[in-house]
């Protein structure tokens, strides 16, 4: 819901920086790496309680998360590039919970549990939007260019990212906090699923 708000205001910088990497030689694909990486030692450093340290951690593994982009419209992007930055993506969005889970598993497993079904369901209904979206041709902008097609919802990166901060912040509200998000989660899941049967349903 947000993403398209924020996009007039971060991309400019992260273009400008995107260029400067980029004829540097550097690739998109490592500045993922480096994402991903910067968000397991996130998660980890949520497995160890060291919370300004992991919200640190978060808030640089999602500046190369949105990084990665700048320095592929700057050089070439790839569907590779574009397979490989939704799947670090994934990857970070469950290992933050699954961290809180694993830190205290009798006061936050049930919540994480539910987190992470909704985080699953949610994406199924992103990928199948996309796939369904490629084969009619259809194309937006409107999250910038991307390799496959991002369909808007009510929560989207920006929205997971505060997330995750307040999760850093107030770590002993990781309950009632998971237990909002993965409503939310679940209610843009179906929306996209409305969405889709109203476009796609003739094809």
């Not at 992007?77 to 574009?82: A, E, P």
């Not at 694993?102 to 990928?127: Q, T």
């Not at 490629?134 to 919802?153: C, L, P």
Request: charged share 15%.
């Amino acid at each position: 819901m947000l993403d398209s708000r924020i996009r007039p205001f971060i991309d400019p910088p992260l273009n400008r920086l995107g260029h400067w990497l980029a004829l540097r030689g550097v690739r998109a694909d490592w500045v993922t790496a480096l994402g991903l990486a910067l968000g397991l030692a996130a998660a980890a450093a949520v497995l160890g309680g060291f919370w300004l340290l992991a919200l640190g951690l978060v808030l640089a593994s999602r500046l190369a998360d949105g990084l990665d982009g700048a320095v592929a419209r700057a050089s070439e992007i790839s569907d590779f590039g574009g397979f490989f930055d939704i799947f670090a993506d994934f990857v970070f969005y469950a290992a933050i919970p699954l961290a809180f889970v694993l830190a205290d598993p009798a006061a936050n497993g049930a919540a994480g549990a539910f987190l992470l079904a909704s985080f699953y369901v949610n994406a199924a209904s992103f990928l199948g939007f996309a796939i369904l979206a490629e084969k009619a041709r259809m194309r937006s902008d409107v999250q910038g260019r991307k390799s496959i097609y991002f369909s808007n919802g009510l929560l989207e990166g920006t929205e997971t990212i505060i997330f995750f901060v307040a999760l850093c912040l107030f770590p002993a509200a990781f309950v009632p906090l998971a237990l909002i998000f993965a409503s939310l989660c679940l209610l843009t899941a179906v929306l996209r699923v409305l969405a889709a049967a109203r476009l796609f349903r003739r094809g």
